[in-house]
């Protein structure tokens, strides 16, 4: 089963995302910042890490940055899921991000970028 970490400051929006893809069979650990996802994805490796941007303290982009050259965790792809603007794109992938979602969002687009970036880790 493919390990999920979701990253966001909003309770709902983690609980949106996580009952999406447990509908989908993946297990789903959830970070409410960026200090905890990195603290979390260094223990438990996930294949796929959905980031938000804009959280108190560490921000999305450093803790991408920081995930994307940590030798633990540089193999977990990571799929910005942010509110704020399409500008933020450049930044998010020159940090390190494989891809970008803004919200709101459809479920159904979110799985199959999932299963997009899954399919070509594989």
């Given at each position: 089963?493919?390990?999920?970490?979701?990253?966001?400051?909003?309770?709902?929006?983690?609980?949106?995302?996580?009952?999406?893809?447990?509908?989908?069979?993946?297990?789903?650990?959830?970070?409410?910042?960026?200090?905890?996802?990195?603290?979390?994805?260094?223990?438990?490796?996930?294949?796929?890490?959905?980031?938000?941007?804009?959280?108190?303290?560490m921000?999305?982009?450093?803790?991408?940055?920081?995930?994307?050259?940590?030798?633990?965790?540089?193999?977990?792809?990571?799929?910005?899921?942010?509110?704020?603007?399409l500008r933020?794109?450049?930044?998010?992938?020159?940090?390190?991000?494989?891809?970008f979602?803004?919200?709101?969002?459809?479920?159904?687009?979110?799985?199959?970028?999932?299963?997009?970036?899954?399919?070509?880790?594989?």
């Amino acid at each position: 089963m493919k390990k999920i970490l979701i990253v966001d400051d909003s309770k709902e929006i983690r609980h949106l995302v996580k009952t999406t893809l447990e509908m989908n069979d993946y297990k789903v650990i959830e970070a409410p910042d960026g200090n905890k996802a990195v603290e979390i994805a260094r223990k438990i490796r996930p294949d796929i890490i959905i980031m938000d941007l804009m959280m108190p303290g560490m921000d999305g982009f450093e803790a991408t940055r920081l995930l994307t050259t940590d030798p633990e965790t540089k193999d977990s792809k990571i799929i910005i899921l942010t509110g704020s603007e399409l500008r933020n794109k450049e930044r998010a992938m020159a940090v390190g991000a494989d891809d970008f979602f803004v919200k709101p969002f459809s479920p159904l687009d979110l799985i199959a970028k999932v299963e997009s970036i899954i399919g070509s880790a594989l």
